[in-house]
C-alpha cells in the first residue's frame, strides 16, 4: 500500500491542512484564550481584466473565514480590481472597477456575512480621485451599518506610490488609519510600497501607539540583482525583500506585522506576485506564512497583541530609550535629538 500523497494529506485535513472552496486552507492557534482576535489572510490572486471574477473568489475566501470563526478578514491590494498594466485599456477597465461602482455588492453580499463574531473586512481597491487619477484605498467594513463603505474615518490612502502607480493614482500624502479593538490593541494600516519607510511606521509606533500594523500589498517577486565579484546573484530580489522587511521592520518596531500580499501571475503584464503572506511578531519572528507560488487562506486564532509585545518591552523597550534621546517637533509628528538633559 503506497503512502498518500500531499493533495491526499491535504484533503485529509492533516496537520491543519484542508482544501475547502478551491483554496488550500491553513488553521493555527496562537493562544487558547477565546476574547483575542482571530485573523484571515488570504494569499490569492486578482483576475485580470474580470472584475466579476474576483467578486466570486472574494466571497467564497468570505465563506471560509466565516465557517472558522474569523474575527476579521484581511485581503491583498487591488483585489478586486487587480493590478495596473502599461496600456490605454487599463484606464477603461480601472474606471469600471472603481469602488464606487461597487457599493451595492459590497453592501448586499459582503457585508450581510459579518455578524458579531466575523466582524470586520479589510480591503483594498482604487477609488476616483483627482482628474483623471485614482486614489489607493485601503477600506474597512464593519458588521454594523453605522459608517458608508469609503468613510473617510475607516480608509486609508496608499502614500508612497511605486513605479506605474505613479501614473495611475494619486498618494495620501499624510494619511493614516487607526482603529482601537477596545483592550485587545490598537491597529495601524499600510499599503504596499508604504512599508519600507520607516517615518511612517515610526508615527504609527510611536505617535499613534498601534500594536499591529495591517499590510496590504500586490508586492512583486522577480527583480535581478547581481554581484559577479563575489559570485552573488539573485533573481527574485523583491521577494526576498518582503520575506527581510517584514521580519525586521516588526522587530525594529517592536510591532505585530499582519501581511496580506497578492500571488500568482498578473494575466496581462505577466509580472509575478510573491504572495508570502503572513503574521510576525514584535519580535521579527515569523510565526506563519503562506505559498509565495499558491492561491491560500491562513487563519490563525487567539493571536495576544497586548501579550506578546509586553514580553518584548521588558526585555528590552526601544520607544523608552527612544524618547530618552529624542522630542517631537514643536508643531509636528517629526522628532528631533534633545539636548537638554
Known sequence: M?????????????????TEEDFLVVERTYAQDPTKISV????????????????????????????HGTNIAVFPEFCLSGYFWDSEECWDYMDAAVTENHLDWLEGEVRPLLDETFRVVVMNNIRRGPGRKYFNTTFLLGHHHDHEVLDPEFTYNKVFLPGIEKRFTESGRDDRLVISK?????VGFTTCYDYLFQDLLREYVIADDVQAI???????????????????????????????????????????????????????SGARFWGGSGIWA???????????????????????????????????DYEF??????RPMEGGRSYTRNVDF
Open 214 to 268: 495591517i499590510e496590504l500589498a500586490s508586492w512583486r517577486g522577480v527583480a535581478t540583482r547581481d554581484y559577479p565579484g563575489l559570485n552573488v546573484r539573485t533573481d527574485q530580489y523583491y521577494g526576498q525583500l518582503w520575506d527581510t522587511v517584514m521580519a525586521a521592520n516588526s522587530a525594529m518596531n517592536q510591532v505585530w506585522t499582519i501581511a496580506c500580499n497578492a500571488v500568482g501571475q498578473h494575466p496581462v
Open 182 to 186: 477596545d483592550d485587545r490593541g490598537r
Open 282 to 316: 514584535p519580535s521579527g519572528i515569523k510565526l506563519v506564512q503562506a505559498s509565495h507560488f499558491n492561491e491560500e487562506l491562513l487563519i490563525v486564532h487567539n493571536i495576544d497583541f497586548r501579550g506578546a509585545l509586553a514580553t518584548e518591552k521588558a526585555d528590552f
Open 40 to 67: 484571515g489572510l488570504a494569499n490569492i490572486a486578482a483576475e485580470v481584466p474580470d472584475i466579476e471574477a474576483n467578486k466570486a473568489k472574494i466571497l467564497r475566501a468570505l465563506k471560509v473565514f466565516k465557517e
Open 2 to 18: 503506497r503512502a498518500p500523497g500531499f493533495r491526499e494529506l491535504m484533503e485529509e485535513g492533516v496537520g491543519n491542512l484542508r
Open 321 to 326: 530609550d527612544f524618547h530618552e534621546i529624542y
